[in-house]
């Protein structure tokens, strides 16, 4: 990324800021708005960004610039040796109500998922240090986000299955519950969260493989994962029958769904196992900077695979107060990697003087009161 542009996005009316590619640090006090940068180039992607927030929570409460979006992101990024404009803000649509609109090279792009397929990005927040200990939600949101570098059609997916889901449940609460539409309802599903099934399971063998292949050696503990969910099972199981055993329960479990209120069986369910190799031990057992050495150990194994895949092209890592928890021999070690890796990681702190290891290979800038300066001395 060559270049970074906000208008009305949460704390910042106006921000333009230059890079040169290299990885960039952005420090500053509690408060000062740099999460708000990662918030924001995490929406050039498919999905709801690092805070899966709602589009309308970005706006900024406060004066506006002017803008022909109640807010906008945009930047330029470098592919293969050509350059992209690529943005996304909010609009307000024919009826009043709000739109996500993304631009590509100026033109309008018809999903974000052609976003996800000219940038791949991996992000890393304080929130998730809680990942192993918290719900299933937050596993199943981290596993699909690794998968999306590899599958871009993974978003429209899990979209589709999602808004069949709905209207199955809406159907079964509030009627018709006409067969011939439940049947419809409950084939997308199947179709697409097959898909789901089959990219996650894809993506957990990938990584376990890069994970083995990087083994004990380093600074961070080298990891296994496992999918855990009764549609993984049936994969597992059925193979090629699992598509037929899938809508058949579906089917079965109308009654006891429409009682629940939800659908109580499919990949919206999976979660990811994840166990600490050397150690012997699943990751919820281990201590706070175990498990965040162990999200680092897995983000930066999935960023040398989508390396290799892309051509060398590393994904954009964004690393929100990436160095708490870590002791020195750890940062060290993760600013070697993404310098070996040749990413641009979007890194955020407290204290510069944690970032002196980069000195003069990344873009340093001081962040107070939602405004950005370089730091030069």
Known sequence: MARLTLRNFRSYAELDLEISGAPVVLAGPNGAGKTNILDAISLLSPG?????AKLGEHVRRGPSAPS??????AANVARAGESYDVGTGLTLGPNGGERRAVRLNGAPAQTSAELGELIQMLWLTPAMDRLFIE????RRKFLDRLVLGFEAGHARNATRYETAMRERARLLKFGPRDPAWLDGLEAEMTETGIAMAVSRAQTVERLNRA?????????FPSAQLALAGDTDALLAELGDGAAAALREKLARTRVRDAEAGRTTFGPH??????RHTQKRADARECSTGEQKALLISIVLADA????AAREGHA??????????HLDAVRRAALFDEILALGAQAWMTGTDIEMFAPLKHKADLFAVADASVRPITE
Request: no cysteine; proline share 2%.
């Open 315 to 324: 994904p954009l890592l964004l690393l929100d107060e990436i160095a708490a």
């Open 135 to 138: 719900a299933a939600s937050g």
């Open 68 to 73: 022909d979006a109640l807010w906008a992101v």
């Open 211 to 219: 994970l083995t292949a990087r083994g004990e050696a380093g600074a």
């Open 304 to 307: 040398w695979e989508l390396s």
């Open 48 to 52: 709801r960004g690092l805070r899966s």
């Open 269 to 274: 369910l999976t979660d990811l196992a994840v």
